[in-house]
């Protein structure tokens, strides 16, 4: 015979594994985020879909913001920091829009 505490445990651990299949069912597509991390030369911004990284950016002397997509070479001079991130969004495949008036 089951004890009531067996039986709370039992209890709560199914709760706790019907929440989770819920929250990995849920077809809720990745949201963009910016995070920074401590460089060498001041803050490096990271441009994040979901769990994969898409690139980076930061600001340099001129004050210009040079963006750098993942798996990518290129390092491209933008006007702004919105400029940078929709850069890297567009060059990800993740976007389809017109970036070049933005990026200097």
Not at 10 to 38: C, G, H, L, N, T
Not at 47 to 63: A, K
């Amino acid at each position: 015979m089951m004890t009531q505490r067996e039986f709370d445990n039992q209890a709560s651990a199914q709760s706790e594994f019907e929440e989770y299949i819920e929250q990995k069912a849920d077809p809720v597509a990745p949201e963009f985020e910016i995070d920074s991390i401590p460089d060498d030369f001041g803050e490096l911004y990271r441009v994040w879909y979901g769990s994969r990284l898409l690139g980076t950016f930061y600001q340099n002397l001129e004050g210009k913001w040079i963006a750098q997509a993942c798996n990518r070479d290129e390092r491209v001079c933008c006007e702004t920091p919105d400029a940078a991130q929709l850069l890297i969004i567009a060059v990800s495949g993740l976007l389809v829009a017109d970036v070049a008036q933005q990026v200097a």
